[in-house]
Nanobody, 112 residues
Framework: QVQLVESGGGLVQAGGSLRLSCVVS????????IGWYRQAPGKRELVATI??????NYADSVKGRFTISRDNAKNTVYLQMNSLKPEDTSAYYC???????WGQGTQVTVSS
């Protein structure tokens, strides 16, 4: 059974930074492509993805501010979020792309 556990969310002022972590267990990690999504009421957005080889993609709304990375030795994918804006407020989830496996989410709240 594949499990994903997110952490690192919290309350931060606009302009601040947070780093989210997604730890994956129950599967060989290195071949997995992982995505970070955010879910606000009525809207789900794919924020960033990283392939098994380390290739990355970002939503236009976060380009230049967010960085996704992975540490295969720790079975972990990170989302470094800088220059946070109030509109980044959301629950953030990681997913093994193309599968049913999701984490439980971590809340990010950015105050103005």
């Amino acid at each position: 059974q594949v499990q994903l556990v997110e952490s690192g969310g919290g309350l931060v002022q606009a302009g601040g930074s947070l780093r989210l972590s997604c730890v994956v267990s129950g599967s060989t990690f290195s071949p997995l492509a992982i995505g970070w999504y955010r879910q606000a009421p009525g809207k789900r957005e794919l924020v960033a993805t990283i392939s098994s080889g380390g290739s990355t993609n970002y939503a236009d709304s976060v380009k230049g501010r967010f960085t996704i990375s992975r540490d295969n030795a720790k079975n972990t994918v990170y989302l470094q979020m800088n220059s946070l804006k109030p509109e980044d407020t959301s629950a953030y989830y990681c997913q093994v792309l193309g599968t049913i496996y999701w984490g439980q989410g971590t809340q990010v709240t950015v105050s103005s």
